[in-house]
Nanobody, 111 residues
């Protein structure tokens, strides 16, 4: 059973930054890892993904130019650097693997 442990959420002011981390216990069978988010009353949104093979990345239009996803394979960790935060970035952020595993979520609140 793969475990994902997220950290780094919290509160920030608009224009500020936060960095989320996701440590996975096992990358076996995973070719992509990334972040979804869900705000109250809104649909779940795919935010950013990194593909392990070539290192290519995907970003939702809403975060392009502000968020950066990166990976440290040696630490089995993926990061989401979030800059220029906006109140609309407020949501519960989930780390997700292409093999179908989800983390418990970490709250990001921007005021």
């Amino acid at each position: 059973h793969v475990q994902l442990v997220e950290s780094g959420g919290g509160s920030a002011q608009a224009g500020g930054s936060l960095r989320l981390s996701c440590v996975t216990s096992d990358y076996t069978g995973t070719y992509c890892l990334g972040w979804f988010r869900q705000a109250p009353g809104k649909e779940r949104e795919g935010v950013a993904f990194v593909y392990f093979g070539g290192g290519s990345t995907y970003y939702a239009d809403s975060v392009k130019g502000r968020f950066t996803i990166s990976q440290d394979k040696g630490k089995n960790t993926v990061y989401l650097q979030m800059n220029s935060l906006k109140p609309e970035d407020t949501a519960l952020y989930y780390c997700v693997t292409s093999s179908g595993y989800w983390g418990q979520g970490t709250q990001v609140t921007v005021s």
